[in-house]
């Protein structure tokens, strides 16, 4: 048997640095939301390899669907031959996307290429250059991504220069005291100070931060930036990477804005959790604006790959027929429930727990003062966490955030498991 020692040393001599890995423990097999490293150690995945595996992993419907298409074809290109699978993929995203009007859909292979390829859309049809984002916000590690991206360390350090007409502007964190009205007054002073409104062709956000914190935007910053798109000729742009397909309790958190307020965005970005592990990314977006492209000016040679689409069109049928959006609420319920009854009980690190359905974020402090992070027990949760069994992120602009992202499909006698090991680990590190 091959130790994750030895692994690690062979990929510390066959890999560079800049690509880390949180854990030095070698994934060797997969089973719903268990993972097992490659000396046979047990772990209940709550990462899901970065909000990718929803599904968990190894879902049989999935894999089925994908060894049928592979004894058909795994790759022709769409751009050459275009295929089935693709164009019901689109139809069906197409129907239940929170985008009002006719909608179409194109498909890539990342996340990034998702960003990139919303942004050249949203220029094509405005004739505009200028891109804003936030503060706390990632959106990928492209050249034009990491420009888009709202945090330097690791990100952007020593890659510069960035593409330029890319603004930052701060997003609106209650717990952090910094106010809708602030947020849209600091968009008002960029107007005024760095890119005139007219020369904006997108805003791009997150509906929960990904890497920024798990940060929800609320309802009311949706309706004050649909104002100021909609008063500017500025199109919306949501990214929906990490928070689609479930995650949140609604297929897109897209949903909850649009149920609550009836905002929507003019383009939104999928990617992650879309296709079950296999990868595929693609932009939704009103038909008149998807359209404003010339004809070749959008693709890539691996985009929309067959493979991806099929196991996306068994992830929709899964997330339907198992109720996996009622079932992120639940997991997310019970998860943050046992989190805030440790801070309720005196544990004063607990600073803040939060998200919608299973996009779940704790957030630790000094004594409960919001203005004192904790990124060193952060760090120590994480990997206690693994010793314990519990594969953890963390994330947060400050760097102490521990986040958690469980397949939907876990069972509860594992998800009480999670649960008790959580507990153990935060007792252990911060008594109260």
């Known amino acids: 048997m091959t130790s994750n020692s030895d692994l690690w040393t062979r ?5 560079p640095r800049g690509v880390s890995s949180m854990h030095q423990r070698f994934f060797a097999r997969g089973d719903n ?4 490293d490659a000396e046979g150690n047990r772990y209940i995945d709550l990462a899901t390899g970065i909000a990718v595996c929803n599904t968990g992993h190894g879902d ?5 669907a994908v060894k049928r298409q592979l004894d058909l074809f795994s790759h022709c290109s769409f751009q050459v031959t275009p295929y089935e699978s693709y164009i019901e993929l689109a139809e ?5 996307a929170p985008i009002e009007g006719p909608v179409k859909s194109i498909f890539f292979t990342t996340g990034a290429e998702a960003l990139e390829n919303a942004v050249k859309i949203a220029r094509a049809h405005t004739g505009r250059r200028g891109v804003i984002t936030f503060q706390g916000g990632y959106h990928g590690r492209t050249l034009l991504t990491l420009a888009m991206t709202g945090k330097v360390l690791p990100y952007k350090a020593k890659f510069g220069p ?10 609106p964190i209650d717990y952090h005291g910094f106010s809708v009205e602030q947020a849209m007054a600091g968009l008002e002073a960029l ?6 409104p007219s020369a904006v062709a997108a805003i791009v956000l997150e509906p929960v931060l990904g890497e920024g914190g798990f940060y929800n935007a609320s309802y009311a910053f949706f309706k004050a930036l649909r104002e100021v798109c909609d008063r500017h000729g500025i199109l919306l742009i949501a990214d929906e990477v990490q928070a689609g397909f479930a995650r949140t309790g609604r297929m897109f958190a897209m949903d909850w804005v649009k149920e609550a307020t009836g905002v929507t965005p003019d383009i939104m970005t999928i990617a992650k959790a879309m296709a079950g592990g296999f990868p595929i990314s693609g932009v939704m977006g009103k038909a008149e604006i998807m359209d404003a492209p010339d004809a070749g000016g959008l693709g890539g040679t691996y985009g929309g790959s067959p493979l991806g689409c099929v196991a996306g069109l068994e992830v929709l049928d899964i ?9 992120a609420v639940v997991i997310g319920d019970r998860i943050k429930g046992a989190l805030r009854a440790l801070q309720q009980d005196g544990m004063a690190v607990i600073g803040d727990v939060r998200g919608p359905g299973a996009m779940i974020a704790l957030e630790l402090v000094h004594d409960g003062d919001a203005n004192r992070p904790n990124p060193e027990l952060t760090k120590a949760i994480v990997q206690e966490g693994a010793k314990e069994g519990l594969l953890l992120l963390s994330c947060g602009l400050r760097g102490n955030v521990v986040r958690f992202l469980p397949a ?12 008790d090991k959580l507990t153990l680990v935060l007792k252990r590190l911060a008594p109260a």
């Open 11 to 15: 990929r510390e001599a066959a890999v």
């Open 33 to 36: 939301a268990e993972a097992f």
């Open 60 to 64: 049989p419907r999935i894999v089925a």
């Open 92 to 96: 069906r995203l197409n129907a239940i």
């Open 162 to 171: 960035m593409p330029g007409d890319v603004f930052h502007t701060r997003f």
């Open 191 to 196: 107007f005024a100070s760095s890119i005139e």
């Open 319 to 327: 997330i339907a027929s198992d109720k996996l959006c009622e079932r």
């Open 408 to 419: 939907l499909t876990m069972p509860d006698a594992l998800l009480d498991e999670a649960i």
